[in-house]
């Protein structure tokens, strides 16, 4: 349940959306590191890594456990994502589909917890501020997109070569003219740095829209007293609950997207001549 401060739901809103940062650090710094994220992903990505080492050491060529059947449907699911788009070798873009796909739902999914209550427990051992999202910070949405950025620029080098890459850069789409190679390359530049851009802002947009209507319906639940305060609480349960079933559909097609996108951009470094 919300515990709204006194200075109302604005006020209310703005604690939960300001991240932990160290000490002395200034939380509007472009720079600062967000410990709440950073701590949060990494937990879940430690989580996903065990889990699915745990299934993979104890899977059976028999008839599988549940836990086992769950795993194995989801790699199915990715590898054939991969194999439709993506033509080379996958032994490294599979489990970097797999990563992404997995690791960005569980971080999403974090969406779904109450909205007080990691900050709750956190206040506990006098922590003032954590956000449960990692996916809702933009510094975590462009670290992984800057990340699948690096490997399209890895997947150019590898399947063109540097002369052959530097050969598209300047001279698609318009020719090989020289009056045109700086034309090229800025348009280049600009589709290729849209990428990140767009996978990090699609990311983090929906995300944080999301975070957002939770807190909105979740500041309900202290907005009154009296029969008002009772049916302000009651809509607020109401709404917590079918935004929450809704969520889940985003939350899963974004972790789809994100690693749908990650895979075609790496098949058209890799493919595109």
Same mark, same amino acid.
């Given at each position: 349940?919300a515990?709204?401060?006194q200075?109302?739901?604005?006020?209310y809103i703005?604690h939960?959306?300001?991240?932990?940062?160290? $000490?002395?650090a200034?939380?509007r710094?472009?720079?600062?590191?967000?410990?709440?994220s950073?701590?949060?992903?990494?937990?879940?990505g430690?989580?996903?890594?065990?889990?699915f080492?745990s299934?993979a050491?104890?899977?059976?060529s028999?008839? =599988?456990?549940?836990g086992?059947?769950?795993?194995?449907i989801?790699?199915?699911?990715?590898?054939g994502?991969?194999?439709d788009v993506?033509?080379?070798?996958?032994?490294?873009?599979?489990?970097?589909?797999?990563?992404v796909f997995?690791? $960005?739902?569980?971080?999403?999914?974090m969406?779904?917890? =109450?909205?007080d209550?990691?900050?709750w427990i956190?206040?506990?051992?006098?922590?003032?501020?954590?956000?449960?999202? =990692?996916?809702?910070?933009?510094?975590?949405?462009? %670290?992984?997109s800057?990340t $699948? +950025?690096?490997?399209?620029?890895v997947y150019?080098?590898?399947?063109? @070569?540097f002369? &052959? *890459?530097?050969?598209e850069?300047?001279t698609?789409?318009f020719?090989?003219?020289?009056l045109l190679w700086?034309p090229n +390359?800025?348009?280049?530049?600009?589709?290729?740095?849209?990428?990140p851009?767009?996978l990090a802002?699609?990311?983090? &947009?929906?995300?944080?829209? @999301?975070?957002?209507?939770?807190?909105?319906?979740? @500041?309900?639940?202290?907005?009154g007293? @009296?029969v %008002?305060?009772?049916?302000? *609480?009651?809509a &607020?349960?109401?709404? *917590?609950?079918?935004w929450?079933?809704?969520?889940?559909l985003i939350?899963?097609i974004? %972790? +789809?997207?994100?690693m749908v996108?990650?895979?075609?951009?790496?098949?058209?470094a890799?493919d595109?001549?």
């Open positions: 349940m515990s709204e401060p200075g109302g739901l604005t006020e703005q939960h959306l300001t991240h932990l940062i160290p $000490v002395g200034d939380h710094d472009f720079w600062a590191v967000h410990i709440d950073i701590t949060v992903s990494l937990v879940l430690v989580l996903f890594c065990l889990w080492w299934k050491r104890k899977a059976t028999g008839v =599988p456990s549940k086992q059947a769950f795993v194995e989801i790699l199915e699911f990715v590898d994502q991969v194999k993506f033509h080379g070798d996958r032994r490294f873009l599979g489990p970097l589909a797999l990563t997995v690791w $960005v739902f569980l971080m999403n999914a969406d779904l917890l =109450p909205v209550l990691l900050p956190t206040e506990k051992f006098g922590i003032g501020h954590f956000r449960a999202v =990692p996916t809702a910070d933009t510094s975590m949405t462009f %670290a992984m800057i $699948v +950025f690096l490997l399209i620029i150019s080098f590898k399947a063109k @070569g002369n &052959g *890459y530097m050969h850069l300047f698609a789409p020719g090989k003219h020289p700086i +390359f800025a348009l280049n530049l600009v589709e290729l740095l849209s990428k851009v767009s802002m699609r990311l983090f &947009g929906n995300m944080y829209a @999301g975070e957002l209507v939770f807190m909105l319906i979740a @500041g309900l639940f202290s907005a007293a @009296g %008002a305060g009772w049916a302000l *609480y009651g &607020g349960i109401i709404g *917590y609950t079918v929450g079933i809704f969520h889940i939350i899963s974004q %972790a +789809f997207i994100f996108l990650t895979i075609v951009y790496i098949s058209m890799h595109h001549h």
